[in-house]
């Protein structure tokens, strides 16, 4: 680590082994400029998921903080860095941990870190942290502390830690979330990154393994519904909604259907990996190429709570799958560099247009084509999956590259536009997904119409589709027009052929994405408060939707369900008394959830 990434970082000392720690007394403060951060709707988060040391080849957050103008432009509303918490080695993705409270000097000092939040903030863009809390490697403390030198695992006593894992895929040392020592030490840490350094939530690694029922290799009965898992992770959400309201937390779950739908209606987020049906779809395998499950209707999900995505850290790239195993038919060929480019922008017209919340993977918009195993002499080897890769900020000089940016920020920013927020928050969706010629629409309605089509096969073909009204629509990514008569229409479309007709004339009205207003004007309070007997709850409701009011023991505990159902937007009164409550003396939360938020109202009874 350079003085230029770190300065005046201290030697390490001699004669010494294992981790050395270092106390500053009278350390800088960072003082923030923004200082009441409005987070985007989770609902039409578009999360950019990086790796700072694979994004920029100074690897710090001084450096990290110059490209912001470039994924505001692009649409971004928030950022999701792969770990950062301190971890084994510096050549890693972050998911080896061994201590949670500080960042990895990898990249910078902490007050570089916080200014870089700070920007974020200042440019509408929330920070979310993807943490590793399902378990911890050999340097942690808390391993070491209690550890069975003769079995080479955690101790029988070790409070935080299973000494055999419960799970497959299990990595480092799995922790036990039924411990109320490890609920503790979770509910610090998420208390220390949102409070101390003001970020606006987290991507949990490997959530599904949060979990005491022993599965031991069989993947099936992991995944299938575990009532003690969705306690652990209701528990944990209602934490970090306690430490920090509003804030995301987003499981990397899989698991079961009905499990992930009731995390979804609690309010968590969900990634849904949909790289293999887009991979297969960009390159021209029609049969196996059907994303419909990326839509969080067809799984039968009540919220739009499913963060979709085409490529992430995990994944092989798109652009690298398309050009090695790429599908041809005569002179069309998706191997071909300018065909697979245009293949990328194919299937950002049905992506993005699909609503809910959508995640990009570093460089996905200019098309990045080294494969996740590549290694540094230029071969491709499994070994080499989280080697430092390229790093080719060069593409977006390339006029063709620079070409999928353009689609994939069009795209995103009408998802802002505000005739069109609202459908691609929860609008009404239509689609035929399984053939070569696909469709999809979107609506608002009955006044805001998106009509997608494409040829995903890569010989010419032709398609029926019924356009919601008839009259001129509109091509948003080119302006031309079309003529829609209301009842079936026959579409011919050359391979890779793809249109986004919306029926509302926006030109050169799309601009950078503001804060999505929805969470806007949200209050809550209490008076009097401290209360004595009869007191009154007061909601102000930015929209109409269903809204909960429970209340909660110090300890998050849910003590009654005061309100529950539709309200209208606007202001609601809600007379109680705390003796009808039954509860006693001390210090009380209400946690009233709407269809986009939850906020965490503090109350003492005296």
């Known amino acids: 680590i350079t003085a230029a990434t770190y300065p005046g970082l201290k030697p390490y000392p001699a004669g010494q082994t294992g981790i050395v720690s270092i106390l500053q007394t009278a350390a800088p403060t960072y003082n923030w400029s923004v200082q009441n951060f409005t987070k985007p709707d989770k609902r039409g988060l578009i999360i950019y998921e990086l790796l700072l040391r694979d994004f920029v080849a100074a690897h710090d957050w001084k450096t990290l903080k110059d490209t912001l103008s470039y994924l505001k432009t692009l649409g971004v509303n928030a950022i999701e860095l792969l770990p950062f918490n301190e971890f084994e080695g510096n050549l890693s993705w972050g998911y080896n941990p061994d201590f949670y409270f500080a960042p990895d000097k990898y990249y910078g000092p902490k007050n570089d870190l916080k200014r870089f939040i700070d920007s974020c903030h200042k440019n509408g863009i929330a920070v979310i942290m993807d943490i590793a809390l399902n378990h911890s490697f050999g340097l942690s403390p808390m391993v070491q502390l209690y550890f069975d030198g003769t079995n080479n695992r955690p101790a029988a006593n070790n409070p935080w830690y299973n000494p055999i894992e419960k799970h497959p895929f299990n990595v480092g040392y799995d922790f ?3 411990s109320l020592d490890t609920r503790y030490f979770t509910s610090r840490v998420v208390e220390h990154w949102l409070q101390e350094y003001k970020i606006d939530g987290f991507r949990f690694d490997l959530s599904k393994g949060f979990t005491q029922t022993n599965t031991g290799a069989n993947v099936d009965a992991w995944g299938k519904y575990d009532a003690s898992r969705i306690a652990i992770w209701k528990r944990y959400y209602d934490t970090v909604q306690l430490k920090a309201p509003g804030s995301y937390a987003i499981l990397e779950h899989f698991a079961e259907n009905a499990e992930e739908k009731e995390l979804s209606d609690y309010g968590m987020l969900l990634w849904g990996n949909m790289s293999y049906n887009y991979q297969e779809a960009a390159m021209g395998y029609v049969p196996t190429s059907n994303f419909e499950g990326g839509i969080y209707s067809v799984r039968g999900w009540k919220e739009p709570h499913l963060v979709t ?6 994944e092989e790239r798109l652009m690298y799958k398309t050009l090695q195993f790429g599908n041809a038919s005569g002179s069309y060929n998706t191997k071909e560099l300018g065909t697979a480019l245009k293949r990328m922008e194919l299937n950002a017209a049905f992506f993005f247009t699909i609503p809910g919340p959508k995640m990009v993977w570093q460089f996905g918009e200019l098309g990045y084509d080294y494969s996740i195993n590549y290694c540094a002499d230029g071969t491709v080897n499994n070994n080499c999956r989280v080697d430092p890769k ?4 060069d593409y977006a000089a390339d006029q063709r590259r620079k070409q999928v940016y353009n689609v994939y920020s069009k795209l995103i ?3 802002f536009n505000k005739w069109y927020k609202n459908a691609f928050l929860t609008g009404s969706i239509e689609r035929s997904l399984g053939g ?11 006044t805001s119409h998106l009509v997608a089509v494409g040829n995903f096969d890569v010989t010419a073909t032709s398609g029926s589709i019924t356009f919601p009204k008839g009259g001129t629509w509109y091509n948003y990514l080119t302006g031309a027009t079309f003529a829609a008569t209301g009842a079936q229409q026959t579409i011919s479309l050359q391979p890779g052929e793809y249109h986004v007709y919306i029926n509302r004339n926006l030109a050169d009205t799309i601009t950078a994405p503001p804060q999505l207003p929805a969470a806007l004007g949200f209050t809550a309070k209490a008076f009097p408060n401290p209360v004595r007997a009869g007191f009154t709850l007061e909601l102000q ?3 109409a939707g269903e809204t909960s009011v429970v209340l909660l023991s110090a300890t998050g505990q849910a003590i009654a369900t005061i309100s529950k159902g539709e309200r209208n937007a606007g202001k609601h009164t809600i007379p109680l008394n705390r003796h009808s409550l039954g509860v006693a003396a001390g210090m009380y939360f209400f946690k009233i959830t709407t269809a986009t938020e939850t906020r965490i109202l503090k109350v003492t009874f005296q």
């Open 176 to 178: 036990n979330h039924e």
């Open 309 to 314: 995505y085409m490529e992430s850290h995990d």
């Open 390 to 393: 390229p790093i080719r900020w």
């Open 413 to 415: 920013n009408l998802r």
């Open 436 to 446: 070569g010629f696909k469709w999809l629409k979107v609506s608002s309605g009955d």
């Open 541 to 543: 409701l930015p929209q």
